[in-house]
């Protein structure tokens, strides 16, 4: 029987050269996410783009700043959790979040 | 010309020695439905077999072997068969025909242009967009998951489907996704968005679900503004 759940699905859209604490804010972000327990979440890096300060994010060989988007999907409570933390780490950026319905497989043990 | 979808399969059991007007009845059928444009029709001739008459024909009772079953088959559209019905129900003076329905899956032609795309449709309003999340090194049939998802949805005829790699990421298997140096080893986070209508969507699930090892499938309600297949015909217009 499937079970089909009610979930939040976050967005976070920033630069691919935004960084927190050293570390590119991706890698921080995903590491945060880990330890605060998130189901998951995935970078995506975006092929060009525009935000904010209207200046466009795109790839250049000195300076590499590619949009990246970072999906999380979870439960309400847990993204509720989460935010706070994230705003926290961002600089300039938007975070979008959505109702959605969602199917876990798991089949490995 | 026979398209996808529901299709009529149509199989007459003769022998090889009936005639109708002289000449044998497979040759008369067979150019009748060339006659017809039918979009293609296969005589087979048995080894053995018995009909109305209850005696058996086979290679050994069969000297000359003029005596054998023959099975002539074609698939068309149920009016194309209608259309024909007539005709072979009077060709056929000795025999059988049976008609039963079918789906075709595919119709292939090498020498003509693709098959013709589907018909534009314009989607406006409520649609779902489903998420599909999972590795890129996840395999079904030997082939990359990610590519047999799409195929599956192609034949589904859901409308479209974008695969998009990540870069990093973690989830239900909990190691991390990360591009390796060597692109054999590497297993980046992939997700497929697909946007179609609710009842297709459904059907979609159930055949990936059982595709899927791990991973996570994410359904949202969406406004579509537009989609539109291509109009061939007003392409060609605009030159």
């Known amino acids: ?109 | 010309m026979l398209s996808k979808g529901n299709a009529k399969k149509v199989t007459i059991f003769i022998n090889e020695d009936t005639r109708h007007h002289f000449a044998p009845l497979c040759d008369s059928i067979l150019s009748f439905l060339l006659h017809k444009k039918v979009a293609g029709a296969t005589a087979t001739r048995a080894i053995a077999g018995f009909g109305a008459h209850q005696a058996l024909h086979s290679t050994e009772t069969e000297l000359l072997s003029e005596h054998l079953p023959i099975r002539i088959e074609f698939i068309e559209s149920a009016e194309r068969v209608d259309e024909l019905m007539p005709t072979l129900y009077d060709m056929v003076s000795d025999g059988l025909i049976e008609v039963q329905d079918t789906n075709v899956v595919k119709m292939a032609n090498q020498d003509l242009p693709a098959e013709p795309k589907a018909p534009h449709t314009e989607m406006r309003g409520a649609a779902r967009l489903m998420r599909i999340y999972m590795g890129e090194s996840d395999r079904w049939e030997g082939e990359p998951l990610y590519q047999a998802i799409v195929n599956r949805l192609r034949v589904m005829g859901i409308a479209g489907a974008t695969v998009y790699r990540g870069i990093l990421g973690y989830g239900v298997k909990g190691h991390t996704h990360k591009g390796g140096r060597l692109p054999f080893s590497r297993d980046l986070p992939v997700m497929i968005s697909v946007v179609d209508a609710a009842e297709k969507l459904a059907q979609a699930i159930d055949q990936i679900e059982a595709m899927m090892v791990d991973g996570i499938i994410v359904l949202s309600d969406v406004d579509v503004i537009r989609l539109v297949r291509s109009r061939p015909e007003e392409e060609h217009a605009d030159r």
């Open chain 1, 1 to 109: 029987m499937r079970t089909v759940n009610h979930a939040q699905l976050l967005r976070l859209h920033f630069g691919e050269a935004d960084r927190y604490e050293g570390k590119p804010l991706y890698e921080a972000i995903v590491h945060r996410c880990k330890e605060l327990q998130i189901a998951g979440a995935t970078v995506f890096r975006g092929l060009e783009g525009f935000g904010e300060t209207a200046a466009l994010h795109r790839h250049r060989a000195m300076h590499n700043d590619q949009p990246v988007v970072v999906t999380i999907v979870d439960t309400a409570e847990n993204v509720a959790r989460l935010i706070p933390e994230l705003e926290k780490m961002m600089d300039t950026g938007v975070i979008a979040t959505s109702d959605v319905e969602c199917i876990r497989i798991q089949k490995t043990p």
